[in-house]
């Protein structure tokens, strides 16, 4: 069974930065496109960043771009997001997503699997 799990979320200041991991096991993620997506209290989840199956593009929301990186290790079936200079409007549960695409889509609905996700917290 294709499964995802999120890990690395915490509690941390204005400023500060956190590595998530997402770790995919029961199926070949490592072909296909991976997201990040956040979901803040008494909002819709919205995307963060994509990647490509094999790494060579990624795209970023505006509020994140420039703090953020998305990037991937196939052999390892991992995703991560690093989040430097975070800022308290950060704060929110993080969810891993694969598609069954090779490219990557905004739309959280391209998105076939989903991690349990991550609560991230940033106090000012």
């Known amino acids: 069974q294709a499964q995802l799990v999120e890990s690395g979320g915490g509690l941390v200041q204005a400023g500060g930065s956190l590595r998530l991991s997402c770790a995919a096991s029961?199926?070949?993620?490592?072909?296909?496109?991976m997201g990040w997506f956040r979901q803040a209290p008494g909002k819709e989840r919205e995307f963060v960043a994509a990647?490509?199956?094999?790494?060579?593009?990624?795209s970023y929301a505006n509020s994140v771009k420039g703090r953020f990186t998305i990037s991937r290790d196939n052999a390892k079936n991992t995703v991560y997001l690093q989040m430097n200079n975070l800022k308290p409007e950060d704060t929110a549960v993080y969810y891993c997503?694969?598609?069954?695409?090779?490219?990557?889509?905004?739309?959280?609905?391209?998105?076939?699997?989903w991690g349990p996700g991550t609560q991230v917290t940033v106090s000012s």
């Open positions: 997503a694969a598609t069954n695409f090779r490219l990557y889509y905004y739309d959280l609905v391209k998105y076939d699997y």
């Open positions: 029961g199926r070949t993620f490592s072909s296909y496109a």
């Open positions: 990647i490509t199956w094999s790494g060579s593009s990624t």
